[in-house]
């Protein structure tokens, strides 16, 4: 199903943002965790970076050494590494995987959610053995007083989130990890429901004993989550290779309207596939039960969208209501930070409310 899109635009290029080291590029901005405030739209921008110099027969791996609070770059023999992909390699001997970059956050400001007026200073930089190969995928709830945001720590245990908070975004709250390995895309609810908070998460399935699948959970306190259950699985070709919850959920009054990510990358197959937006409408006071699914609504179609460092990815990840429509911000082939528009409308006709 095809939704309008109002207007789309490119919001921030790598070169738009300096690098936190002067040994580093940045290669990618992208995936931000969005929020509206007071002062108009904040953005927690992720930012790729990889070495700068280069060495033939060799690739420079980097990772976070928090002895000097710095990006350390390990050289590793090309002989001894087999390229997974851009993002990746896997070497011989032991078959450990590792990332060619290491990411960390900062903060772009913006008065009316469509253009940047400014890249701010600060930045959220790995921290902790947990964060060792860099800091990603943010998603931002307003609940409270506090803008909390889930990230994902990449370490040699394998990909955890983790939650922080802020009231300004110039400085920064840790709260430690909430799921352990192997587990992302971790969205949160704005509000209580049934006097405990709720998100979505996605744990990675490394066997083949079913489709990918968007789990939800509960919590007293944000910290400590039980009451795992499936919400969603892949059943769709398009979502068949990777489900994930998109942007946190927005309240309608048809019930939590999701834009969730899928993947449609099948088993075997040497690519890393189509990344696409769909709908979920869940119920208001029972968001484990499924109301409506919209199919694909979002694609790649942009050029920014089809090309770049992976080709053929929109990536939702925070969602601004602007009265009868809603700003949606996304990564794009997952190099840039893209800004589309729909009809609040349109979303919830496409999930059949």
């Known amino acids: 199903m095809h939704v309008t899109r109002l207007f789309t ?58 002895a000097t609070a710095r ?24 078959g450990v995987v590792r990332l060619t970059f290491v990411s960390h956050l900062c903060v772009a ?9 400014r890249i701010a200073p600060e930045r959220f930089l790995p921290a902790g053995p947990l964060e060792q190969y860099g800091v990603e995928d943010p998603r931002a709830t307003k609940i ?3 803008y909390y945001f889930t990230y994902v720590g990449i370490s040699r245990h394998g990909p955890t989130t983790l939650l922080a908070s802020t009231r300004d975004f110039r400085t920064f709250q840790r709260h430690g990890t909430i799921f352990c390995p192997d587990n992302k895309d971790v969205v ?8 405990r908070y709720v998100a ?11 489709r990918p699948e ?20 892949g059943k769709q070709a398009w ?47 029972v968001p484990s039960r499924v109301r409506g699914l919209s199919g694909p609504i979002f694609y790649p179609e942009a050029d920014f969208e089809c090309t770049g460092f992976v080709p053929d990815v929109v990536f939702p990840t925070g969602i601004v209501e602007q009265g009868e429509t809603v700003l949606v911000y996304y990564g794009a082939a997952d190099a840039v930070t893209g800004v589309t528009e729909f009809r609040l409308g349109d979303l919830l006709a496409a999930v059949g409310k």
């Open 214 to 233: 968007i789990w939800i959970a509960s919590s007293p306190d944000l910290k400590d989550w039980g009451g795992h259950q499936p919400v969603h699985g």
């Open 200 to 210: 979505l998460h996605r744990p990675s399935i490394s066997a083949s004993l079913t």
């Open 109 to 117: 400001e913006s008065r009316d959610g469509r253009s940047i007026d």
């Open 188 to 195: 949160l609810f704005p509000e209580k429901i049934g006097e």
């Open 239 to 285: 979502e068949a290779g990777r489900v994930g919850a998109g942007a946190p959920p927005i309240r309608t009054a048809k019930g939590w309207l999701e834009l969730y990510h899928g993947n449609d990358r099948r088993h075997g197959e040497d690519r890393v596939g189509r990344y696409c937006g769909g709908l979920m409408l869940l119920d208001l006071y």
């Open 144 to 146: 409270g007083g506090k």
């Open 71 to 94: 990006v350390a770059i390990d050289w590793v023999a090309e002989e001894d590494i087999i390229r997974e992909d851009t993002r990746s390699v896997r070497f011989k001997a032991d």
């Open 9 to 66: 635009r490119c919001l921030i290029r790598p070169e738009d943002v300096p690098p936190s080291q002067d040994d580093l590029t940045v290669v990618g901005t992208f995936n931000p965790a969005v929020v509206a405030t007071p002062e108009g739209v904040r953005l927690l921008v992720r930012v790729a970076e990889m070495p700068r110099q280069r060495r033939p027969g060799w690739v420079g791996l980097p990772r976070w050494d928090a």
